[in-house]
């Protein structure tokens, strides 16, 4: 018998018991799976950990509302990918591009000196999209996204973006 019919059998009887092995099942079953899902995106081991464990109590906070789920590994792999995108976006929240000194010190970002030196030429908009594009592996998709209406559209992201590679090459080949 599948997952999904021992998880509905277990409820319908409300047998805890059962309930929790069949938790258990599902847990190692898609640990190893959803660990790997989450590891493509995030490089941050702990982070990794955590969002695995995220991901697994969301599914069994949803199952415990009764909620009936047809396809347990989908229904996970979907959580999986909404706490990416969550991550994600509280993560692009955290650096803060007025301070380029602090951006560059850090051990996350290696930049080489001159790199540096030219980095802090660039105005606000353009440092900012250039360290979610190029450090966070943002794409302009989602940068738009997170912008909050700040940039009307991909391609004036685009623009502002190309207009900063260029200053940065033009300043390096000097």
């Not at 409300?14 to 989450?38: A, M």
């Not at 802090?120 to 250039?130: D, F, G, P, Q, T």
Request: hydrophobic share 35%.
């Amino acid at each position: 018998m599948n997952l999904e019919k021992e998880l509905s059998l277990a409820l319908k009887t409300g047998n805890q018991k059962e309930i929790s092995l069949i938790f258990k099942k599902i847990y190692d079953t898609y640990y190893r799976l959803i660990l790997y899902v989450l590891s493509l995106d995030i490089k941050n081991k702990e982070d990794v950990l955590d969002l695995t464990q995220e991901s697994f109590v969301t599914l069994f906070n949803e199952i415990l509302k009764n909620k009936e789920i047809k396809n347990i590994k989908y229904y996970l792999l979907t959580i999986s990918k909404n706490k990416i995108n969550l991550y994600k976006k509280e993560y692009s929240k955290k650096i803060e591009v007025e301070n380029i000194e602090e951006i560059t010190r850090s051990e996350d970002y290696k930049i080489e000196p001159l790199i540096k030196e030219e980095l802090s030429k660039l105005n606000k908009n353009e440092l900012e999209i250039v360290i979610k594009h190029i450090y966070q592996n943002l794409t302009f998709k989602e940068i738009l996204a997170l912008s909050k209406g700040k940039y009307n559209s991909i391609n004036t992201i685009k623009s502002i973006y190309l207009r900063a590679i260029k200053k940065l090459k033009e300043g390096v080949n000097k």
